[in-house]
């Protein structure tokens, strides 16, 4: 069982930069494939950014040369940069850990960009 504990949103204007970061329990935690995801009201969720146990990353369009995904496996945690951020960007963003079959969770957390 892996929990997941997101912190670091905010209200922020545009253009402005946030930092998301997700802790986990687990003494396997470098196994597992981390994600963010986020939702925006009345939207599906949709995927931002995953990074894999060895650091291979990948981003959403709308989010690629704006945010960063990265992890230390020597805390347990997962971050995402987020620079130059846009009215759009605002949503419930969540933190994922896969490892197979199974999927872990956080309970999310707000960003509103707004001026």
């Known amino acids: 069982q892996v929990q997941l504990v997101e912190s670091g949103g905010g209200l922020v204007q545009p253009g402005g930069s946030l930092r998301l970061s997700c802790a986990a329990s687990?003494?396997?935690?470098?196994?597992?494939?981390m994600a963010w995801y986020r939702q925006a009201p009345g939207k599906q969720r949709e995927l931002v950014a995953v990074?894999?146990?060895?650091?291979?990353?990948n981003y959403a369009d709308s989010v690629k040369g704006r945010f960063t995904i990265s992890r230390d496996n020597a805390k347990n945690t997962v971050d995402l940069q987020m620079n130059s951020l846009k009215p759009e960007d605002t949503a419930v963003y969540y933190c994922?850990?896969?490892?197979?079959?199974?999927?872990?969770w956080g309970q999310g957390t707000q960003v509103t960009v707004s001026s």
């Open positions: 994922k850990a896969n490892w197979g079959l199974s999927d872990y």
């Open positions: 687990g003494s396997t935690w470098h196994l597992y494939i």
């Open positions: 990074i894999s146990g060895g650091g291979v990353t």
